[in-house]
């Protein structure tokens, strides 16, 4: 995803939906990782990527290359660390788990 933040963009129109607590939390800690303002503007733009690699076949193409080049690139990093499947597996679950415990005590 590009760098952009919703403030580069006019809005013209608003949705409302509804998440739960696990992906509200993760959509924060990606609107701050990916520098947006807020979860708001970082869903902008992934439904507006979305909605256009969907939509033009060729945007589709160009960026499923550009993310299958940028993976070899690392890959071939000579300082690229790389993480057995079940220690990423692992830690997701102990995070899924976490993020659960958290809802369930705000919520029972």
Known sequence: MSGRTSA?????????????????AS????????????RAGLLGQIIA????????PEGYDAWFREEVETALREMDDPGAEFIP????SRAWEEQRAALLKRA?????
């Open 8 to 24: 580069t963009r006019a809005t013209i129109a608003t949705l409302t939906i509804e998440i739960d607590e696990a992906t509200a």
């Open 27 to 38: 959509l924060d800690q990606l609107s701050e990782q990916k520098r947006h303002a807020d």
């Open 49 to 56: 990527e979305y909605a256009q690699r969907e939509t033009e």
């Open 85 to 88: 499947g079940e220690d990423v």
């Open 104 to 108: 369930t005590r705000k919520t029972g």
